[in-house]
């Protein structure tokens, strides 16, 4: 069967040293990440300076964090628009509670099991109703946004504690910060895990055809309802990173849809079943090397969005090469 068969490639695969490092679209997403940092510091060089740098490795940590849960739920062949609640839940959660004087550590299981109950609803919807993933992600943000209104919170105030106030110090790395050093070993490890066990292999073969993997004894309803509780975490996590590095209730302002456009732009694909989280990673630093770059060239948010969509155009068109098997991996 064919999800059989792409779950032995993909183990028989994990030994090719080339192979499971790169592919061709992180090749080409890493080469646009150096190449826009080297325009960008030469139309301002202040650009290479350590409090800039520290600046867009903080800014990519927390966005990245949702762009990770973003494309692991894209491997599955689905997606997410309510990641951006998520992070608004789960800031208001911890903060609230430890208002309330709980501890740290339980406020945290308090936001996480917040996460995890709208990563559940979502899931309900696309599995069990039947709903397609855009559609039923789209009315969960509508209804948990609605649900805002109600509640009473002071943005802005004590965020996330003094004892997480280390993310967004300087490592012994001139420049960056520890939260990113975090972010970068979640990344490593969790994309090695998906690269070379069978549990990426499953989330690969679920993505690219569902039917076939159930034939082979797969349970996609089960793999999904993971990848979207896990989306959710992660975009909680990427809110309260940002609320971690700057040290007050901001919640991280990612658009969701741009969280979408960096995991595609990663190399990740709205059909399922391609993708990585070292993608994410490279798209996540593209993106934000390019805003931080047009902002200190006085270019406002309408450049950027431009700029953004040429790059998800081009994205999408060599992920379309590759599957009409013009490049190859």
């Known amino acids: 069967m064919r999800a059989n068969t ?13 192979r499971g490092v790169l592919r061709i679209s992180e090749l080409a997403v890493g080469a646009a990440v150096v190449a826009a940092f080297v325009v960008f510091m030469a139309l301002d060089p202040s650009m290479a300076e350590p409090a800039n740098v520290m600046r867009i490795l903080a800014r990519s940590s927390s966005v990245g964090f949702a762009v990770l849960g973003m494309t ?6 689905e997606v997410d628009l309510t990641v951006g609640i998520a992070a608004y839940y789960a800031t208001i959660t911890f903060t609230q509670l430890g208002g309330l004087g709980w501890p740290e550590v339980p406020s945290l299981l308090g936001a996480l099991l917040v996460m995890l109950l709208i990563g559940w609803l979502n ?21 948990f946004g609605g ?13 996330v504690r003094v004892s997480f106030a280390w993310l967004g110090a300087s490592s012994p790395l001139p420049g960056v910060p520890w939260i990113f050093i975090v972010f970068a070993a979640v990344v490593l490890l969790g994309d090695q895990v998906i690269r070379r066990t069978r549990l990426g292999a499953v989330l690969y073969a679920t993505g690219a055809n569902p039917r076939a993997a159930q034939i082979v004894g797969i349970d996609t309803d089960r793999v999904k309802m993971l990848c979207f509780m896990f989306a959710s975490v992660c975009g909680g996590l990427a809110s309260l990173a940002f609320s971690a590095t700057i040290g007050t209730s901001l919640v991280a302002d990612f658009p969701v849809l741009w969280v979408i456009a ?23 630093l593209l993106l934000m090397i390019i805003r931080s770059g ?14 953004v969509s040429g790059i998800l155009i081009a994205a999408v068109l060599l992920e ?8 190859t991996r």
Not at 135 to 142: E, I, S
Not at 147 to 159: K, M, S, T, V, Y
């Open 72 to 77: 692991v739920l894209l491997l599955a062949g």
């Open 320 to 327: 379309t090469a590759r599957r009409k098997g013009k490049i």
């Open 6 to 18: 792409a779950i032995a490639r993909r183990l028989a695969g994990a030994g090719s040293p080339l």
């Open 294 to 307: 047009l902002g200190a060239t006085n270019l406002g948010s309408n450049a950027q969005a431009v700029m």
């Open 123 to 143: 899931s309900l919807l696309v599995l069990e109703v039947r709903l397609p993933s855009f559609l039923a992600t789209l009315c969960t943000q509508f209804i």
């Open 147 to 159: 649900l805002l209104n109600f509640i009473p919170f002071d943005w802005g105030g004590e965020g």
């Open 262 to 284: 960096i995991a595609l732009i990663g190399g990740a694909s709205l059909g399922g079943g391609v993708g990585s989280l070292l993608g994410g990673l490279l798209g996540t």
